[in-house]
């Protein structure tokens, strides 16, 4: 065997395997001032000390989308090195505030295997647990990724798709989140007035803005990830390909979502959970991203009335203004869309 690696293909992985991920990483504020100076996020809790301990937080804690990001990218170099696309996510969930400071480990169970009709490709879904230096798990979350074979005469190693989660019950959201002392919540400073007996059910929120993507920006973001997956950075190579050009990394336009729903959802400061996740089209430097969202559920906190939780559907689009709230085209998405993403919101009550 030689020194370096060629990353997995898809008839490498096996139902079951477990994998230990490299490289720890310690989160610190440069990371922070790195992914705001990217995204824009102005989310009180996630950008001032002094507002988070106010409210019960320790400090200001790492953005909930940035763990995500550091997480995942542990875990490409092993799954997804050799990915077509990641596809989706289910039964994402934030265990545990992250701070600066604190060492972020990931590990990876594959839980399903399905090889696609071309033989050429398939899926591969695996559930990973982030941990931080104490052991501790601070996310978990199931993902599923189109990987390349790398002998399309290969056996398909396995053939089993897991059933999966559509919605995590609200009675297992909150854990990452302390008691929040709402009557030190500065409405103003956050930005918005609405808390969450201000927002219904089927209410939709146009978030208005759009931000364009730049060539450098995305791989910056990526990079900062310490994701390697070669379709985002390698443009001799991704010529060659389905696409003919690098490919926006998903978690990107999540991120990017996720900073135009503060125009609507300012006080919704913590991500408890994913419920799912569709990267529904590729997204290329030079497209600009709008985003609107739908109130889908509410929900209260048991034991807690300081919080409730907004189950919400984003949709982020390509080049494409939110004002007419574009999903579908009959059975179809529309042709602008290229994420949706459900999950549950936490917010002041």
């Given at each position: 065997m030689g020194k370096t690696s060629p990353g997995n293909h898809f008839e490498d992985f096996r139902i079951g395997q477990v994998i230990?991920?490299?490289t720890p990483r310690t989160v610190t504020v440069g990371d922070v001032?790195?992914?705001?100076?990217?995204?824009?996020?102005?989310?009180?809790?996630?950008?001032?000390?002094?507002?988070?301990?106010?409210?019960?937080y320790q400090r200001s804690p790492i953005d909930d989308f940035l763990v995500f990001h550091i997480i995942f990218g542990k875990t490409v170099p092993d799954v997804s090195l050799n990915a077509v696309a990641n596809l989706g996510y289910a039964g994402c969930y934030f265990r545990k505030p992250v701070y600066p400071g604190d060492t972020l480990s990931a590990l990876s169970e594959v839980i399903g295997l399905k090889e696609n009709s071309s033989r050429k490709t398939g899926i591969v879904y695996v559930r990973t647990t982030g941990t931080n230096q104490d052991g501790a798990a601070v996310l978990e979350y199931v993902?599923?990724?189109?990987?390349?074979?790398?002998?399309?005469?290969?056996?398909?190693?396995g053939d089993h798709v897991p059933r999966l989660p559509t919605v995590l019950d609200p009675k297992v959201l909150?854990?990452?989140?302390?008691?929040?002392?709402?009557?030190?919540y500065d409405f103003a400073l956050a930005g918005s007035p609405h808390r969450f007996g201000d927002y219904q059910v089927g209410e939709k929120i146009d978030h208005v803005d759009g931000l364009t993507v730049e060539e450098t920006e995305h791989q910056i973001a990526t990079r900062l990830y310490q994701n390697t997956a070669r379709i985002h950075f390698d443009l001799y190579g991704a010529k060659k390909g389905r696409f003919g050009n690098r490919l926006i990394y998903g978690g990107h336009v999540i991120s990017l979502a996720r900073a135009l729903t503060f125009n609507g959802l300012a006080n919704a400061f913590h991500i408890a959970a994913i419920n799912g996740g569709r990267h529904v089209a590729p997204l290329f430097a030079g497209g600009t991203v709008f985003a609107w969202s739908e109130v889908l559920a509410k929900a209260e906190l048991s034991g807690r009335s300081d919080v409730g939780a907004?189950?919400?559907?984003t949709i982020a689009t390509k080049d494409h203004p939110c004002a007419d709230f574009p999903q579908k085209n009959g059975d179809d998405d529309h042709p602008a869309v290229i994420l949706d993403l459900d999950y549950w919101a936490l917010i002041p009550r």
């Open positions: 230990r991920h490299a001032a790195l992914y705001t100076g990217l995204f824009g996020g102005r989310f009180a809790v996630q950008s001032s000390d002094e507002f988070a301990k106010a409210i019960g993902r599923w990724v189109m990987v390349r074979k790398g002998n399309e005469a290969a056996a398909a190693p909150g854990e990452a989140c302390p008691p929040i002392d709402v009557a030190d907004l189950r919400l559907r």
